[in-house]
């Protein structure tokens, strides 16, 4: 398994992008690479149960605000995924674990991305709305701006891609997400993982 390093801004993003191939490794932005990616991630989720993927997005919540609290990002990021990578091998069977890396790579960059997604001004009102608990309203909060970005992607992809062919999503996702770059203030990376997410829990089990 390799993992290798992709950079957003100044900060390190480190997506574990789960390839046996140094050509991989070596060369993560080339446009085939980037979708041999995203179709993985895709795999993954779809077949991991719900709660197995929600059971480890809670838990690298509890590790973001009891072990993992640097104010530097891309340390952050490091202590992020050593504890998910720590809890993928508790799986031993080895497409499950390696599931397990694939969609915890997404969960670490949509929780380094939620600043973005969700402003100060957003986040002060819900800290002081003491009716609903605030890691709840947040993950709603995000599910709303994340359902917006794939409803426009699902609206403007050219392709008809059917439920499991992951390659054919994969490309639209990827081409989809390049062009959102350069019309919002987003990056690559964040729209493909806020994207990725959402399809990936939207599904039915």
Known sequence: MRTFVIYVNVFIIVLGLSFSSNCYANKPYLQENRIAYISKVLQAFRETPLNTIYNTYSYINVIENNNCRSSLSDLKVECLLSYARNNCKETRNAKLKGNCELY??????????????????????????????????????????????????????????????YECLARELDKFCLGYTNTHSLSWQYCISASLWFIGTSKKN
């Open 104 to 165: 915890s790579d997404i969960i670490v960059v949509n929780k380094i991305s939620e600043k973005t997604f969700v402003n100060r001004t957003e986040r002060y009102r819900m800290l002081r709305n003491t009716n609903y608990d605030f890691r709840t309203a947040m993950t709603s909060r995000l599910q709303q701006k994340y359902s917006r970005i794939v409803t426009e992607f699902f609206l403007k992809k050219e392709s008809d891609c059917d439920d499991k062919d």
